[in-house]
């Protein structure tokens, strides 16, 4: 068990519909990290929070919002989905993701399945 | 990021010790190599990772040659959970960005 939990587990919807992906970070940890997980893309990194503020921006498409509140949880919100968009979604945390020369490890969460029709 | 290379399957005895190459021929002198590993469609978990020593914790080992153009992890005693994919990457820690490439990884097969 890494520390870092997502809800739901699995997600079924259909098309054009608008969900909302949430996580929770480890204890202690600042930084929140979302990646998309697909049959033929694999593992790739979409948006990174820092303390509630936007940090680094991957290859998130503009249907895809994240935002990270101040008990530091994060959400993820797709809308205008997609065939394309099921895939699997994994949060991670790390205590910094900011300067100071220190490696600063990612722990991942268990994803949400997201399944659209 | 430096790009890695690894083999995209690797099969291993079980109580045999694994070793996973990974070639990095391309690392930067303040790029760090990290391991993950990812069972069946679960989220990465956290191996180890180092710069250019030798690392050991509870669950591998990590050898990185002295030119730190690859590495290799070892799992001394592999057991039938360590089936996994596991993803070697190559990272400098930088102001702001901290997110990590994935490439395909190595799929280990641990055989009973």
């Known amino acids: 068990d890494s520390g870092v939990t997502q809800t739901p587990k699995h997600l079924i919807t259909a098309t054009g519909q608008r969900v909302t992906l949430r996580c929770s970070p480890r204890?202690?940890?600042?930084?929140v990290y979302w990646y998309q997980q697909s049959l033929d893309q694999g593992l790739q990194f979409l948006i990174q929070?820092?303390?509630?503020?936007?940090?680094a921006k991957g290859n998130i498409l503009e249907r895809f919002s994240a935002q990270q509140f101040p008990d530091l949880h994060s959400e993820l919100n797709l809308s205008s989905l997609e065939l394309g968009d099921s895939a699997l979604y994994f949060c991670?945390?790390?205590?910094?993701?900011?300067?100071?020369?220190?490696?600063?490890?990612?722990?991942f969460g268990p994803g949400t399945r997201l399944t659209v029709l | 990021d430096a790009k890695t290379t690894q083999p995209p399957s690797m099969d291993c005895a079980e109580g045999r010790a694994a070793n996973l190459p990974c070639n990095h021929s391309?690392?930067?002198?303040?790029?760090?190599v990290y391991w993950y590993r990812q069972i069946h469609s679960q989220g990465p978990q956290y191996i180890i990772h180092?710069?250019?020593n030798n690392e050991t914790n509870e669950m591998a080992s990590l050898i990185i040659t002295e030119d730190r153009k690859s590495s290799t992890l070892i799992l001394p005693h592999a057991t039938l959970r360590d089936t996994a994919v596991y993803y070697c990457?190559?990272?400098?820690?930088?102001?702001?960005?901290?997110?990590?490439?994935f490439g395909t990884g190595t799929r280990l097969t641990v055989i009973p």
């Open positions: 204890s202690g940890d600042l930084s």
């Open positions: 990457i190559v990272r400098v820690y930088q102001t702001g960005a901290n997110n990590l490439f």
């Open positions: 180092g710069l250019k």
């Open positions: 391309t690392i930067s002198g303040n790029e760090y």
């Open positions: 991670a945390s790390s205590p910094r993701g900011t300067s100071g020369g220190r490696t600063d490890t990612q722990y």
């Open positions: 929070y820092y303390n509630g503020e936007e940090r």
